[in-house]
């Protein structure tokens, strides 16, 4: 197979589109043609050397992809060489093929293209693992989202929105604002122009920018709020007032998906299939994408990603 390896850290000019070794699918594994694979943050953290990878990880970059099975492991049930999927991964997806547990597999939801759907399960799993299974959101608070007009940010508006909350987003112009109030945010805070802290207080935030927003972030959330911090785009250190903390009874969480275990992929993705799933098949949630490019422009793909312009998913085609 061909996939794309990262030459050494760097800029996007690093990614290679090179030949690489077929996976052979371990014991509960099964490999998948690959069809088309989402970016993520992280993908561009990696290739610059500031994301250390899980041991055991594939030194490809990717999180998500979309397409066929084909080839089962010892001990797969449930699952035929031939089915379209999309699954969530530990890494490896700017590949021809990838293996990976079945447990993270996913059908692909009714009215989406077996394309398209590569955009859904590293998105999708990372907002309802944070905002619902860790910070309980709950119809009636108010939610607030930095960058939401990224990959999890118009997944979070929408599924925030559709649980009955009042979801605040911060954008950083005012087109991506009015993308934003589309998909469901009821209020929109230009982070160029405007203090996000002045607009709560929040019950809940999502937080993929770190160190410097966050004594802000605690400070506008009301008591008994939640802060989900899951990127760290801008910093890993900040200062911290822990009167804030504790007088206003805050709880603070730092998470990330990729370094969980597999049963714990796995419990997340049945949550996810469970619950959101029937939101994007009944349509109150919906792809976000922005544009397409074949796998061996994952360069281009990069700088596009970095210049910040993108509203939703970008996705690498094997064509």
Known sequence: MKAVSI????????????????????????????????LNRADVMQRMGLYPLPPG???????????????????????????????????????????????QLLPVPKGVGLVEAAALPEAVATVWSNIVMTAGLKQGETFLVHGGAGGVGTMAIQIAKALGARVVTTVGSPEKAARARELGADATINYREQDFAEHGPYDVILDVIGGQYLQRNIQSLAPD?????????????????????????????????????????????????????????????????????????AAEAHRLMEEGRHVGKILLLNN
């Not at 030459?7 to 699918?25: N, S, T």
Request: glycine content about 12%.
């Open 57 to 103: 990880t594939s030194p490809y970059p990717g999180l998500e992809v979309s397409g066929h099975v084909s080839a089962l492991g010892e001990g797969v049930t449930g699952l035929r060489v031939g089915d379209e999927v999309c699954a969530l991964l530990t890494g490896g997806g700017y590949a021809q093929k990838v293996a990976v547990p079945a447990g």
């Open 7 to 38: 030459k050494e850290p760097g800029g996007p000019e690093v990614l290679e589109w090179v030949e690489a070794e077929d996976p052979v699918p371990a014991v509960g594994e099964v490999v998948i043609d690959v069809v088309a694979a989402a």
């Open 225 to 297: 709020g939640r802060l989900v911090v899951i990127g760290l785009q801008q910093g890993m250190e900040g200062q911290l007032n822990l009167a804030d903390l504790v007088f206003k009874r805050i709880s603070v969480h730092g998470t990330t998906l990729r370094t969980r275990s597999a049963e714990q992929k796995a419990a997340i993705v049945a949550e996810v299939r469970r619950n959101v799933w029937p939101m994007i098949e009944n349509g109150s949630v919906q792809l976000v994408l922005d544009r397409t490019l074949p796998m061996a422009e």
